[in-house]
């Protein structure tokens, strides 16, 4: 069952929108509180998020760019402003869909339904605690922040993060990596791992790649 975030000030509209999405089978989880939006919108693990643009406090163009760099869900903009230049802007901040409210149950259900099955199709994520790693792409979020790796890189730590919290050996990476390392510079690991190590430091993951010694490498994901 996918979950859905509703984020809507008003209280009718709101409940009119969980009755709805209910309706169609969905988990609907509702933002009543609107002084720390975002971070209730990350306690819930989402897999569409509906959001209104005009919010108290935090606007919904604002939330929309932040939760963009965190996450990895559609967001559809709501709003009952017909404005282009609103739709551009939605668009232009990452948004994946805009509708104009009111608007029908059964148009805003199509939206969503499409918007789920495109991510289901393209959406390759793995988790390690609030680290995130879209591996089609080696694209690492964490916060608000991202990096792109290169793709050895990537792939080195999408496979510490598919076995966290468990070791992965250094012979497990050259076997996978280079087919056991026997035609490459046997420090090349060591080279890539201190890349990917600095890449990481960018986003505020400095300590997360730990060395265990004589055993090979794993992931730290706490007290980052």
């Known amino acids: 069952m996918s979950t859905i975030v509703v984020v809507e000030d008003d209280i009718y509209l709101r409940e009119e929108l969980e009755r709805a999405l209910e309706r169609e089978g969905y988990r609907v989880v509702s933002i009543s509180s609107f002084e720390e939006p975002e971070r209730e919108i990350l306690e819930n693990e989402s897999d569409l998020i509906l959001l209104d643009v005009n919010l108290p406090g935090k606007s919904g163009f604002e939330l929309c760019k932040a939760l963009k760099a965190r996450l990895s869900v559609p967001i559809l903009i709501l709003t009952a402003r017909d404005a282009l230049a609103d739709e551009l802007c939605a668009l232009g901040l990452g948004a994946d869909d805009f509708l104009t409210k009111p608007c029908h149950p059964k148009r805003l259900g199509a939206r969503i339904k499409r918007l789920l099955e495109t991510y289901r199709e393209v959406r390759n994520l793995v988790r390690a605690g609030d680290v995130v790693l879209d591996i089609d792409t080696y694209r690492v979020i964490f916060e608000e922040k991202h990096v792109s790796l290169p793709e050895t890189e990537g792939k080195i730590l999408g496979m510490l993060m598919e076995r966290y919290p ?4 250094r012979q497990e990476m050259m076997d996978e990596l280079w087919d056991g390392g026997g035609y490459v510079d046997e420090n090349i690991l060591q080279v890539n791992m ?4 600095k890449n ?4 505020g993951l400095k300590h997360m790649v730990k ?7 794993c992931l730290e994901v706490t007290g980052i």
């Open 166 to 169: 468990s070791v992965v050996s």
């Open 194 to 197: 201190t890349r990917l190590r």
């Open 200 to 203: 990481l430091d960018s986003i």
């Open 211 to 217: 060395t265990v010694r004589g055993s090979g490498y």
